[in-house]
């Protein structure tokens, strides 16, 4: 099947700087991705879907500014999260959209000291 | 936002018995799809069953769908210590193309050896 790398797996920072994660879509182009993020044993969160080429599209209640997402082209969609707080430590999902179905990265970890 | 809604919560069995799911969700869908996650881990993907699909069978697992009563459920046959996990069901609703992946709350399955 199709892979989707991250990068980093984890991450500890310091409250108040941002941080980059990498979603990569190994062998086939990704037109679309997607951004999850997952509290501990709780599901998955849709924060927004990332379109190569254009603007994301975020769900409700999830701060654009905040959650920085590019998709510069068509194997990497990138998410940063600007100025982080504790409250944004999580697991954070990519996956790529597939023909029917979807590729999901590994997920990383972040922590917000 | 949460589509699908996922019941039981948790599920406890011993190793041979078997392990139903259910998943139940809001729109019409293009397709759902069922995913397993290892504690901490990114999702693998199990199964995919279109909107027009009634049942479909991999290995121990089988999905059904009822669009009319808009829910799904995961059997999972003979079940083994290594089946502990945390299933999501996944529904894919939109125009076609265009779909976007809203996850349900999800199941944690233990098996007991």
């Known amino acids: 099947g199709a892979v989707v790398s991250q990068h980093p797996s984890w991450v500890i920072c310091k409250s108040g700087t941002s941080v980059k994660i990498e979603c990569r879509s190994l062998d086939f182009q990704a037109t679309t991705m997607f951004w999850y993020r997952q509290f501990p044993k709780q599901s998955l969160m849709l924060m927004a879907t990332?379109?190569?080429?254009?603007?994301?599209?975020?769900e409700q209640g999830v701060e654009k500014d905040k959650f920085l997402i590019n998709h510069a082209s068509l194997t990497l969609s990138t998410l940063t999260v600007t100025s982080a707080h504790p409250e944004d430590s999580s697991f954070y999902i990519c996956?790529?959209?597939?023909?029917?179905?979807?590729?999901f990265g590994p997920g990383t970890r972040l922590t917000v000291l | 936002s949460q589509q699908g809604e996922e019941d039981p919560q948790a599920l406890s069995i011993q190793e041979g018995e078997n392990a139903t799911m259910n998943c139940s969700y809001k729109?019409?869908?293009?397709?759902l799809q069922w995913y397993r996650q290892n504690s901490g881990r990114g999702l693998v993907h199990l199964i995919l069953i279109r909107s027009n699909e009634r049942e479909k069978h991999s290995g121990r697992l089988r999905v059904t769908l009822d669009t009319s009563k808009k829910s799904s459920s995961l059997l999972i046959t003979a079940s083994r210590a290594a089946d502990t996990a945390s299933y999501f069901c996944a529904t894919a609703a939109g125009p076609t193309g265009t779909y976007k992946y809203i996850f349900g709350t999800g199941t944690r399955l233990k098996v007991l050896a």
């Open positions: 729109t019409s869908i293009n397709n």
């Open positions: 996956s790529a959209k597939g023909t029917d179905t979807q590729y």
């Open positions: 990332s379109n190569e080429g254009s603007k994301a599209t975020y």
